[in-house]
């Protein structure tokens, strides 16, 4: 089974600038999930969708940040204008289903540095 | 306030040892507790999961949860050096929220 493949890898910014991440999950998994992780720390929950929609973007700075899955499977990060607190991996997730005991599977990351 | 509280937020351990971390929820409304490990540079993966009373036992690893107080601990026993790594728990709702919380780093040193 393929695991959820996101690209870049790596995304050295100045400020302002603007960037896009992308994420494919797992074929089957209509839950997908994306994560702001700062160093150290645990994953801070930015957007989630089932399907095509935006189930939860309370988190999402939204003047700046965006995100969407048209088509229900590949799904698009943006930043628009990045600042140097946006300094972080953002990782995407998939699930199967809304059950509350469908396990996560995670993308390798995007390790962004905004200078 | 963070809603899932792990601790200790460091912890060393001798190579062979045992490792226990703590996780508990502030939040009511949660019914499964998930334990991921993510080593350094790597994305989180799944060790382990609960949501009965009692304990769970996978190899060197036991998870124990008590539902009233919402909390759950991990133990490692024989600890290795491939276990060092940022121990991340979750709580979930059944309308699927996950709540994560900040992490426990393991060091474990030979």
């Known amino acids: 089974e393929a695991g959820v493949t996101q690209s870049p890898r790596y995304a050295v910014l100045q400020e302002g600038q603007a960037v896009s991440f992308w994420c494919d999950p797992i074929s089957g998994h209509d839950t997908l999930y994306w994560y702001q992780q700062p160093r150290d720390q645990g994953p801070q929950l930015l957007v989630y969708f089932r399907d095509e929609a935006v189930i939860d973007n309370s988190q999402l700075p939204s003047d700046r940040f965006s995100a969407v899955r048209p088509k229900g499977t590949n799904s698009t990060l943006k930043i628009q204008?990045?600042?140097?607190?946006?300094t972080a991996t953002y990782l995407c997730a998939s699930s199967r289903g809304q059950l509350s005991n469908e396990r996560l599977f995670f993308g390798h990351g995007t390790k962004l540095s905004v200078l | 306030q963070q809603k899932v509280q792990q601790s200790p937020e460091s912890l060393i351990v001798p190579e062979g040892g045992m490792a226990s971390l703590n996780c508990t929820s502030s939040d009511r409304n949660?019914?499964?507790?998930?334990?991921?490990?993510q080593h350094s540079g790597k994305s989180p993966k799944m060790l382990m999961s609960i949501f009965s009373n009692g304990e769970k036992e996978e190899g060197r690893f036991t998870v124990h949860l008590n539902k009233a107080s919402l909390h759950t601990s991990l133990h490692i026993r024989d600890s290795q050096p491939s276990d060092s790594a940022l121990y991340l728990c979750a709580a979930s709702k059944s309308n699927y929220q996950l709540i994560w919380g900040s992490g426990t780093k393991l060091i474990i040193k030979p």
Do not use: I
């Open chain 1, 81 to 86: 204008s990045a600042k140097q607190g946006d």
């Open chain 2, 30 to 37: 949660v019914d499964y507790f998930w334990w991921y490990r």
